[in-house]
């Protein structure tokens, strides 16, 4: 169906017959039509899930109104019971700004990047660009920014780790650096509790764009060393 969605009055429950429906209408009480497209979701929910209650419901930011507003008016209407518990809504992503489309051919293919990039790189990108549900702008640049500091801070631990792996003065419960290190040795350890502390918090919270953030910095500042 086609609707102004600016318009809240486009909030069809049951629209009636045209022409165009063709053989697609039903007869009723409040005259001969069919329903509008909102109800299929209500149905399917209650028939297939045996429930009037839905726990968790995803879709679109697109999808707020009119259609998920569809679904609680005609569903909490019949039913007099809360239709869902919490709605999830995730934003879109846009190719260098513009919507990612056939018609464009901009689409990027996720399994491609992931083998081009890898799929640490895909995942700290998807996190930490901006909160969870918020639309993404894909740019290559940032990407590949991304993955290059990914390989460094690996490359970075690794000699890190064989620096001190048999140092025997190293507690492997609180990985504290004797004194005898060196200043920027201590530097790091510091960041990383400190990485660990906040980046701990921030998932207890259930922040994952905040947690990767976290990681990002501690990238930033350890593949510098």
């Not at 709605?87 to 689409?107: C, L, P």
């Not at 491609?112 to 993404?136: C, F, H």
């Not at 004194?179 to 990383?192: F, G, P």
């Amino acid at each position: 169906d086609e609707y102004d969605k600016e318009n809240a009055r486009d909030f069809s429950l049951w629209k009636f017959y045209t022409k165009e429906d063709g053989e697609v209408s039903y007869d009723a009480t409040v005259g001969k039509g069919r329903p509008g497209w909102h109800i299929e979701c209500s149905a399917m929910s209650m028939t297939n899930l045996h429930t009037e209650t839905i726990d968790i419901h995803t879709g679109g930011s697109d999808l707020i109104f009119p259609h998920h507003t569809n679904e609680i008016a005609q569903s909490e209407a019949v039913t007099g019971k809360t239709f869902v518990n919490y709605w999830m809504h995730s934003g879109f992503i846009t190719v260098d700004g513009k919507k990612m489309s056939k018609s464009i051919g901009n689409i990027v293919e996720p399994w491609e990047q992931m083998a081009k990039y890898g799929v640490d790189t895909i995942r700290l990108w998807m996190y930490s660009v901006n909160q969870p549900g918020e639309g993404k702008n894909y740019d290559e640049k940032i990407i590949l920014e991304l993955s290059r500091k990914v390989f460094a801070l690996l490359d970075n631990c690794y000699t890190f780790y064989d620096q001190y792996k048999n140092d025997s003065n190293i507690s492997n419960s609180s990985f504290e650096l004797p004194n005898t290190s060196h200043v920027l040795d201590k530097w790091i350890v510091s960041l990383l509790h400190k990485m660990i502390k906040e980046g701990t918090d921030a998932l207890e919270k259930y922040d994952l764009f905040t947690a990767s953030r976290l990681i990002k910095d501690f990238v930033n500042d350890f593949s510098t060393w």
